[in-house]
């Protein structure tokens, strides 16, 4: 049994693939501000769009993060020229069946009251990609042309401004005011190559984002996209990273920030060569522009993180917790973000910016076993992956975390099912970190992120308080649909005894968020959980049903 948890303010630590955020309130310091909750799947939103953006809203999920690969939507992609006369400005020019799917999310997460986070994810097409790609590479991300870029996010830009009509159409295709620009793009998978053709050991992935992030901010904002409107957040950074990236691994990402934003490990601008081989200004003159030459860099809506913990257990280590330690200085994992938001700030600094960075966390989750195998055989080291039952803990806990920090605005999960067939064939299940499992059976991280429930401490002496903390996540639809304010009520059963009582009830009204914080003094050791009732006479809210989070022991001594 957990005793003791520190409450720790600084820490947080298809082919599509779509993730649902939530935007929260923070902790105490910021209060009035809000911060997302983000859900993601690949496959089954590809598949089933209405579906499973029924299944988000049933969880109360406020945003889905959709993955759009550029290479889905443009035409004779695997083409080494572009096709003649091809305009890719224009969202007409496309093929219209290549824009037919997204047309579907955006319309149905517009009339279900979901907003849609475009994350334009890359995989460029053929023709847009630089020379130099290794024979025989599959890798679709290889020096992809920035121009070409600007003109595609400018096609997707005006195709989903609020007023575009189709042809055929006589209504415009709903507004998406969410875009978040490229993934990963410091792993070597997402934009390659990581170092300079030549000097591997010198970045270039930086170099190559600072480009496309400038060309998609500029269409964007051509488009009558805009920070006072809609959020247009960049990064999407990988956590960890190596000190040596070569053509295809990682770079880490604040090393990847540093020469982003021009500068040394000292945080001193770069001059001269180094400047020059990444592409940066070469003299101090030439640095004074920087900042009006790259607004997204000092003017976007955020930074994007996937601050993953390890969700596995190396060797009998156990990594996975939220407040682990064990990442570098120069890491972006939930345990140590403030790495994160300390070099944003000096970066800003650097040229004379006061600006500071919210962080959006874009993607996390918890791989489980099951489906994966502990120990798994296909592993060089002893990877025992985590029970759901401690992955739901864990995931609580990561939550808690995240609302405590200020400069953190979201919190989401990776995914809604798992991908695969848990089968040798298959890497044992993909990437399962699911909240159901691929037969769609929910997991316990299922009850978790539904109704998120966390006590930091749970021992007390007899008389005394302890600290409850949750969200009712489906509250915000229900008030959406029904008008009124929304309970949940927090129950305590002693010991073995399985009979439930309520001991305090907390209500969300209109223009609140899901979360409470409240302290409470229990009578015995026991049991606490968090129970909501759907409204009834929804379908997609669940008519009426009950249901209930996972059970926290409590001990009273």
């Given at each position: 049994?957990?005793?003791t948890?520190?409450?720790?303010?600084?820490?947080?630590?298809?082919?599509?693939?779509?993730?649902?955020?939530?935007?929260?309130?923070?902790?105490?310091?910021?209060?009035?501000?809000q911060?997302?909750s983000?859900?993601?799947?690949?496959?089954?939103?590809?598949?089933?769009?209405?579906?499973?953006?029924?299944?988000?809203?049933?969880?109360?999920?406020?945003?889905?993060r959709?993955?759009?690969?550029?290479?889905?939507i443009?035409?004779?992609?695997?083409a080494?020229?572009?096709?003649?006369?091809?305009?890719?400005?224009?969202?007409?020019a496309?093929?219209?069946l290549?824009?037919?799917?997204?047309?579907?999310?955006?319309?149905?997460a517009?009339?279900d009251?979901?907003?849609?986070?475009?994350?334009?994810?890359?995989?460029?097409?053929?023709?847009?990609?630089?020379p130099?790609?290794?024979?025989?590479?599959?890798?679709?991300?290889?020096e992809?042309?920035?121009?070409?870029?600007?003109?595609?996010?400018?096609?997707?830009?005006?195709?989903?401004?609020?007023?575009?009509?189709?042809?055929?159409?006589?209504?415009?295709?709903?507004?998406?005011?969410?875009?978040t620009i490229?993934n990963?793009p410091?792993?070597?998978?997402?934009?390659a190559?990581?170092?300079?053709?030549?000097?591997?050991?010198?970045?270039?992935?930086?170099?190559?984002?600072?480009?496309?992030?400038?060309?998609?901010?500029?269409?964007?904002?051509?488009?009558?996209?805009?920070?006072?409107?809609?959020t247009?957040?960049?990064?999407?950074?990988?956590?960890?990273?190596?000190?040596?990236w070569?053509?295809?691994?990682?770079m880490?990402?604040?090393?990847?920030?540093?020469?982003?934003y021009?500068?040394?490990?000292?945080y001193?601008?770069?001059?001269?060569?180094a400047a020059?081989?990444?592409?940066?200004?070469?003299?101090?003159?030439?640095?004074?522009?920087?900042?009006?030459?790259?607004?997204?860099?000092?003017?976007?809506?955020g930074?994007?993180?996937?601050?993953?913990?390890?969700w596995?257990?190396?060797?009998?280590?156990?990594?996975p917790?939220?407040?682990?330690?064990?990442?570098?200085?120069?890491?972006?994992?939930?345990g140590?973000?403030?790495?994160?938001?300390?070099?944003?700030?000096?970066?800003?600094?650097?040229?004379?910016?006061?600006t500071?960075?919210?962080i959006?966390?874009?993607?996390?989750?918890y791989?489980?076993?099951?489906?994966?195998?502990?120990?798994?055989?296909?592993?060089?080291?002893?990877?025992?992956?985590?029970?759901?039952a401690?992955?739901?803990?864990?995931?609580?806990?990561?939550?808690?975390?995240?609302?405590?920090?200020?400069?953190?605005r979201?919190?989401?999960?990776?995914?809604?099912?798992?991908p695969l067939?848990?089968?040798?064939?298959?890497?044992?299940?993909?990437?399962?970190?699911?909240?159901?499992?691929?037969?769609?059976?929910?997991?316990?991280?299922?009850?978790?992120?539904?109704l998120?429930?966390?006590?930091?401490?749970?021992?007390?002496?007899?008389?005394?308080?302890?600290e409850?903390?949750?969200c009712?996540?489906?509250?915000?639809?229900?008030?959406?649909?029904t008008?009124?304010?929304?309970?949940?009520?927090?129950?305590?059963?002693p010991?073995s005894?399985?009979?439930?009582?309520?001991?305090?009830?907390?209500?969300?009204?209109?223009?609140?968020?899901?979360?409470?914080?409240?302290?409470?003094?229990?009578?015995?050791?026991?049991?606490?959980?968090l129970a909501?009732?759907?409204?009834?006479?929804?379908?997609?809210?669940?008519?009426?049903a009950?249901?209930v989070?996972?059970?926290?022991?409590?001990?009273?001594?």
């Open positions: 049994m957990r005793l948890r520190p409450c720790i303010r600084t820490l947080l630590g298809v082919a599509l693939a779509a993730m649902v955020l939530i935007l929260l309130p923070a902790g105490r310091a910021l209060a009035s501000s911060q997302i983000i859900i993601q799947d690949d496959a089954r939103i590809d598949a089933d769009p209405a579906g499973t953006l029924a299944r988000a809203r049933l969880l109360g999920a406020g945003v889905m959709v993955s759009v690969y550029w290479n889905s443009a035409p004779d992609a695997g080494k020229k572009q096709p003649p006369h091809f305009n890719a400005s224009d969202p007409g496309y093929p219209a290549h824009w037919a799917l997204w047309d579907e999310i955006a319309s149905d517009h009339a009251g979901i907003r849609v986070d475009f994350d334009l994810i890359g995989g460029a097409p053929r023709w847009a990609q630089g130099g790609h290794p024979a025989g590479n599959g890798n679709q991300n290889w992809p042309s920035a121009s070409a870029f600007a003109a595609f996010v400018h096609a997707i830009g005006e195709r989903y401004s609020g007023t575009y009509v189709p042809a055929g159409a006589s209504s415009p295709l709903p507004r998406v005011d969410f875009w490229w990963e410091d792993y070597g998978p997402s934009l190559p990581q170092g300079v053709p030549g000097d591997l050991a010198v970045e270039n992935s930086p170099r190559m984002y600072r480009n496309l992030l400038d060309a998609g901010w500029s269409s964007l904002l051509a488009t009558g996209h805009r920070p006072a409107t809609d247009i957040a960049f990064g999407e950074l990988a956590p960890r990273g190596e000190s040596y070569g053509v295809f691994s990682g880490k990402p604040l090393t990847f920030l540093r020469a982003l021009c500068v040394d490990s000292n001193h601008q770069l001059r001269g060569t020059r081989i990444r592409g940066c200004p070469t003299t101090a003159a030439a640095s004074r522009r920087f900042r009006a030459q790259n607004p997204a860099l000092f003017a976007a809506s930074v994007t993180d996937h601050p993953y913990m390890r596995y257990k190396p060797n009998d280590e156990l990594n917790d939220p407040t682990n330690h064990s990442s570098t200085t120069d890491y972006s994992s939930l140590v973000i403030d790495n994160l938001t300390r070099a944003l700030d000096r970066l800003q600094g650097v040229y004379g910016s006061r500071r960075f919210p959006y966390d874009t993607e996390f989750g791989i489980t076993s099951p489906p994966k195998h502990s120990p798994d055989p296909t592993s060089s080291v002893r990877v025992l992956y985590l029970s759901p401690l992955a739901a803990d864990y995931m609580n806990w990561a939550e808690y975390i995240s609302w405590r920090n200020p400069r953190i979201s919190f989401d999960q990776y995914l809604l099912w798992d067939r848990p089968t040798r064939g298959n890497d044992w299940g993909g990437f399962a970190s699911g909240l159901m499992s691929w037969t769609g059976v929910q997991k316990a991280t299922y009850y978790a992120w539904r998120p429930l966390y006590l930091p401490i749970t021992t007390a002496r007899r008389g005394h308080a302890l409850v903390w949750g009712i996540r489906p509250a915000a639809f229900g008030i959406m649909d008008g009124q304010p929304q309970t949940a009520e927090i129950q305590f059963a010991r005894s399985g009979q439930y009582t309520t001991v305090q009830s907390v209500t969300i009204g209109p223009g609140q968020n899901c979360y409470f914080d409240v302290h409470i003094t229990f009578p015995s050791s026991g049991e606490v959980r909501y009732t759907y409204p009834p006479g929804d379908q997609l809210l669940g008519n009426g009950g249901v989070s996972r059970v926290v022991p409590i001990k009273v001594r």
